[in-house]
């Protein structure tokens, strides 16, 4: 579906940027329904939100930056992440928010039993198991991976309480339920019609297109985005550039290393068929009489 346009030629914003995403799910309301349309549960009265909520353990460690979190009034946590590009760590970053998660929620001298449900979601506008060591296309194009521990021998999951979704709004594999299609389809950019809850969101997203300092704010950040990529693709390309020059030098010098003891062992070869040895050892340390004595016997460029 073509890119809808605001007024002066300005895009209308997309879900997809990470600043829309969470300016959409602040809300309480909004953002529990996501969760019960993902995980399918009802899920009990948020008493937290946040947006851009850095969650940190302690100095020295890394610290990172969730796009929505939120704590319902038993306790249990979510992390929500927008993904428009395929950065090929997405299983590591869930990870690492799950361990921050817990780290943080877990207080000095609290029982690990004052843990609850973790959940992290990543909305990925792409196929979050392409690419990933192992899996073939036949294990791709699902709508949605859902991922807890399981244990090997029995086949059963681990009651650890993590719990991580991973949708591809890209996909068209598996069953879900026709909220979370109708989302995905909205992620991916399809045209969709009939769905309350993407009607919502649209009409919160014209709500704050509609205000002229928010709009500053997320051109801000989107061309601040587009600096960052431009800088990190400038980067890799010289560091290629670099390396690849390194790799030719390396090369190259293994060729000539490779092409010196063809000719030193076809020198060796025909001073011996010529009854000449004794001639060896005055050719391997005078770079002159080398030079001569390949030119004589007519191996590689000669003298």
């Not at 899996?135 to 709508?143: A, D, F, L, N, S």
């Not at 205000?211 to 950040?221: S, T």
Request: glycine fraction near 10%; include cysteine.
């Amino acid at each position: 579906m073509a890119q809808e346009k605001l007024t002066l030629g300005i895009e209308r914003p997309r879900i997809t940027s990470g600043f829309v995403f969470k300016s959409v799910f602040e809300d309480e309301t909004r953002c529990r329904r996501l969760l019960e349309i993902v995980l399918g549960v009802a899920i009990a009265e948020l008493r937290v939100v946040h947006t851009e909520h850095e969650l940190h353990v302690h100095q020295g460690s890394r610290a990172g930056r969730v796009d929505v979190f939120a704590r319902d009034t038993d306790g249990n946590e979510y992390d929500v992440e927008i993904q428009a590009r395929h950065l090929g760590n997405e299983w590591l970053r869930v990870r690492h928010y799950q361990a921050l998660m817990d780290a943080v929620r877990l207080r000095r001298g609290e029982p690990v039993n004052a843990l609850r449900l973790c959940v992290v979601i990543f909305v990925c506008d792409f196929d979050p198991l392409v690419g990933v060591p192992g899996v073939g296309p036949k294990e791709c194009g699902y709508r949605r991976y859902d991922c807890r521990m399981v244990c090997e021998q029995t086949g059963c999951a681990v009651p650890d309480g993590r719990v991580a979704v991973l949708l591809n709004a890209r996909g068209t594999r598996g069953e879900v339920s026709d909220d979370l299609a109708d989302f995905l389809r909205y992620v991916g950019g399809q045209q969709v019609d009939g769905s309350d809850f993407v009607d919502d969101i649209r009409r919160r997203i014209d709500e704050l297109a509609s205000d002229e300092a928010w709009m500053g704010e997320y051109m801000n950040f989107e061309d601040e985005l587009r600096a960052e990529r431009l800088y990190g693709e400038r980067k890799g390309r010289a560091d290629g550039l670099v390396k690849g020059r390194e790799e030719g030098r390396k090369e190259g010098r293994k060729e000539g290393e490779a092409l010196a003891a063809e000719r030193n062992a076809a020198l060796a070869r025909a001073l011996t068929d010529a009854g000449r040895a004794d001639e060896l050892v005055a050719a391997m340390t005078d770079p002159a009489t080398y030079g001569r004595l390949l030119g004589e016997f007519g191996i590689g460029e000669g003298a």
